[in-house]
């Protein structure tokens, strides 16, 4: 692992203190201490997740939603954190 995807793994960390990505060793969500929320979402997308926890996906709606946050995180997280490294390089 290169010395930035460690930099960018330990400033992941610490935004997101429970999981910031699946492929991480301190991403585990039982015995962690989560914090409740509430969300609407479309029927649509309920019935989906519910079909995906039918289908063993997942073992629960909310292990399919934290495992989506897990992703977008993953996804959209180091981006950020890219984007803010030039610009703080370029100041």
């Known amino acids: 692992m290169s010395d930035t995807s460690q930099i960018l793994d330990r400033r992941l960390a610490d935004i997101c ?6 492929k991480a060793d301190h991403c585990q969500t039982r015995g962690a201490n989560m914090k ?18 039918a289908q063993g996906e997942f073992p629960s709606a909310s292990e399919a939603i934290r495992t989506a946050v897990r992703e977008l995180i993953d996804e959209r997280g180091e981006k950020l954190l890219r984007r803010s490294e030039m610009i ?4």
């Open 88 to 91: 703080a390089a370029l100041s």
């Open 17 to 22: 203190r429970l999981c910031v990505s699946s």
């Open 36 to 53: 409740r929320i509430t969300i609407r979402l479309p029927d649509q997308q309920l019935d989906m997740i519910d079909y995906m926890v």
